[in-house]
C-alpha cells in the first residue's frame, strides 16, 4: 500500500456533510475512532474506499471524505469483493449493520470471510433493525419484545464472532462503542492485518433498543461484566482485577483470586492464533455465568484470494500471451444475422 509524507488529522478524513443519525447514538463514536485511527495509517485518502449496504450504518460513506459507495440491502460485502479484486491497490472497508450482513447479507459474508479477501468489515451491532424503526434482527435476544415480535423472539441469535470462526476468518475482532481507545486499537490491528478483518462493534440504538449494553458500559457494574482479551496475557477481570477465567480440560470457569485456592497463575494465557481457544472464549458471550470478551478472537495468517487471483492471471499471461478481447469475441463459432 502507497505510504504518504505528509501527517493528516481526523479532520481531513470529515466530510462536509450533516451527521444524519440520532442525537445519542453510538454510530457516532465509531465514526469519530475511524477518523481517528485512519491518519495513523499513513495511506492517501484517495486510496481508501468505504461501502455500505442499507440501515443506519450504511450512511458512514457519506461522513467520510474518501472514496465511498452506498450499495443495496445485504451486497456490501460482494460490492468490496470486486472492489478490492479488481483495484488490489486500495485499502477497502466495509461498515454494515447486525442486519445488513447477518440476514440478507449473510451468504455474501460468509464466502468472503473463507476467501479471505483484504478488506476489512466493521459491524455495527445494535441488536435491532434500527433504520425501519425496531424489528427485531438476527442478534436480538430470544424472547425480546419488539415491533415484529410483540409476544418475544423465538429465533436463536446469532454470535457473529462465533459465526466469523466457522467460515474460517482469519482476522476475528470486538469491541464496544463507548470503549474508544480499545475500538481504535482494534480498528488499527484490523488494518494492518493482510485478509479479511471482521470486528464486532456492541453499538448502542438510543431510540429502539437503548441499554442493550448498559452491563457492559456502566461504569459500576462494567468491570465484572468484560474480560479484556490480549495476546499472551491472562484472561482477568473485575473492579480489583480479582477474578479470572482458568479452563478445567475445555471447560472455562469463573475463579476468585480472594478465596486463598486460586491466584492470576491458574488463568487461561489467551493466545490469538489458536482457533480451538477462540471458539471457547467467543461462547462465553451472553452466557450469564461469565464476563463478555473484548478484544482480538483470532489472528492468523492465509494467503488472500485476491493475491492469488493476480498471481493466477500473471501465469496466464506468461503461459498464453496478452488477450486480445475482439478476437476472443470474434473466435469459434460465429455467424452473421441478416
Not at 8 to 22: G, I, L
Not at 175 to 193: C, G, N, T, V
Not at 304 to 319: L, R
Request: aromatic content about 10%.
Amino acid at each position: 500500500m502507497e505510504q504518504l509524507n505528509i501527517k493528516y488529522t481526523a479532520k481531513d478524513f470529515a466530510s462536509d456533510q450533516d451527521v444524519r443519525w440520532c442525537p445519542g447514538c453510538g454510530d457516532y463514536s465509531i465514526l469519530a475512532q475511524v477518523q481517528r485511527t485512519l491518519p495513523e495509517l499513513n495511506i492517501p485518502k484517495e486510496k481508501i474506499v468505504f461501502v455500505s449496504g442499507i440501515g443506519c450504518s450504511s450512511r458512514f460513506p457519506y461522513y467520510m471524505n474518501t472514496y465511498g459507495f452506498h450499495g443495496i440491502h445485504g451486497r456490501a460485502t460482494a460490492i468490496a469483493s470486486g472492489l478490492k479484486v479488481s483495484r488490489p491497490d486500495l485499502s477497502v472497508w466495509v461498515a454494515t449493520g447486525d442486519g445488513d450482513l447477518l440476514s440478507i447479507g449473510g451468504n455474501h459474508f460468509i464466502h468472503v470471510l473463507r476467501r479471505n479477501i483484504d478488506m476489512n468489515i466493521l459491524l455495527f451491532n445494535n441488536k435491532i433493525y434500527g433504520l425501519t424503526k425496531g424489528q427485531y434482527s438476527p442478534t436480538s435476544e430470544h424472547g425480546k419484545k419488539t415491533k415484529s415480535s410483540p409476544f418475544g423472539v423465538i429465533d436463536h441469535p446469532f454470535n457473529p464472532i462465533l459465526l466469523a470462526l466457522g467460515a474460517e476468518g482469519t482476522f476475528i475482532a470486538r469491541s464496544i462503542d463507548r470503549e474508544p481507545k480499545h475500538l481504535q486499537e482494534m480498528i488499527y490491528r484490523a488494518a494492518k492485518h493482510k485478509g479479511t478483518s471482521f470486528i464486532e462493534i456492541f453499538q448502542n440504538c438510543n431510540i429502539f433498543n437503548d441499554g442493550a449494553y448498559d452491563h457492559l458500559t456502566d461504569k459500576e457494574v462494567k468491570d465484572e461484566n468484560v474480560v479484556v482479551i490480549e495476546h499472551n496475557k491472562p484472561l482477568v477481570f473485575g473492579k480489583k482485577r480479582n477474578k479470572g477465567i482458568k479452563l478445567d480440560g475445555f471447560n472455562p470457569k469463573v475463579i476468585n483470586f480472594d478465596d486463598g485456592k486460586n491466584s492470576i497463575n491458574d488463568c487461561l494465557i489467551y493466545d490469538e492464533t489458536n482457533n480451538d481457544l477462540a471458539y471457547i472464549v467467543a461462547r462465553l458471550t451472553d452466557n450469564p455465568s461469565f464476563p463478555t470478551p473484548i478484544g482480538v478472537f483470532l489472528s492468523v495468517e492465509r494467503s488472500t484470494y485476491d493475491e492469488e487471483m493476480v498471481q493466477q492471471i500473471e501465469g496466464a499471461k506468461k503461459k498464453l500471451g496478452v488477450g486480445d478481447l475482439n478476437k476472443l469475441f470474434n473466435s469459434g463459432n460465429v455467424w452473421e444475422v441478416s
